[in-house]
């Protein structure tokens, strides 16, 4: 069946440094692949997306990067902040049928000061 | 606009009762969702639903049932609870942007504890 992997599952940067967090998945269908923010008891959020007809989206100092061909896909941060301390998740879904969306399994952020 | 909700926000079980974890939202989304949340783990897909009227199963179903009630509502019955479905369950909905590409909106998430 369908699967994201997600690495690393723990990642720790000094402030103000890039931070990297990598998925790949299994589902040649897939076309959809958003990421999430989810700060502790909370609930998850959507950050940034990116569709395959695209192969890298910035927002800020987010970016993402879709290589389809090779199946994995990357979220970037730059110049890191004590806010984006979180658990990261990744996830891919086929847009035509715009139900099954799978999740990684999870990258535990820590900023150092 | 109160998004999605659920409830209860918490409850403890016993081994062998049985619940429904109830979810509604007012966005008019096709799409709801299940999913489950052990600690210190991703998201789990346990059932979704496309749309009224239909349910598929995700990664994880045993164990659980669903009903599509009507657009608005989703729930998810535990028929024989098992210390094994203690987790945090998340209800979420999806809105269709345009045509390739939607958002994933969550519910605030209902702590369940099987003793």
């Known amino acids: 069946g369908e699967n994201v992997e997600q690495h690393p599952s723990t990642l720790s940067v000094q402030e103000g440094d890039s931070a990297v967090i990598k998925c790949t998945y299994s589902?040649?269908?897939?076309?959809?692949f958003p990421w999430y923010k989810q700060e502790l008891g909370k609930r998850p959020q959507l950050i940034i997306d990116?569709?395959?007809?695209?192969g890298e989206k910035k927002d800020q100092r987010i970016a993402v990067t879709l290589n389809k061909t090779a199946k994995h896909f990357s979220l970037h941060i730059t110049e890191t902040q004590p806010e984006d301390s979180a658990v990261y998740f990744c996830?891919?879904?086929?847009?035509?049928?715009?139900?099954?969306?799978?999740f990684g399994s999870g990258t535990r952020l820590s900023i150092r000061p | 606009n109160a998004g999605v909700t659920q409830t209860p926000k918490f409850q403890v079980l016993k081994t062998g009762q049985s619940m429904t974890l109830q979810c509604a939202q007012d966005?008019?989304?096709?799409?709801m969702y299940w999913y489950r949340q052990d600690p210190g783990m991703g998201l789990r897909l346990i059932y979704y639903?496309?749309?009224?009227?239909?349910?598929d199963k995700g990664e994880v179903p045993n164990g659980y049932n669903v009903s599509r009630l009507n657009k608005r509502e989703f729930s998810l019955r535990l028929e024989s609870a098992a210390p094994s479905q203690t987790s945090v369950y998340f209800c979420?909905?999806?809105?269709?942007?345009?045509?390739?590409?939607?958002?994933?909106?969550f519910g605030p998430g209902t702590r369940l504890t099987v003793t």
């Open positions: 996830a891919a879904s086929s847009y035509s049928s715009a139900s099954k969306i799978i």
């Open positions: 990116i569709r395959s007809n695209v």
């Open positions: 966005m008019n989304h096709n799409s």
């Open positions: 979420a909905s999806t809105l269709k942007l345009g045509t390739s590409s939607y958002e994933q909106y």
């Open positions: 589902d040649s269908a897939s076309n959809y």
């Open positions: 639903s496309a749309s009224e009227g239909t349910t």
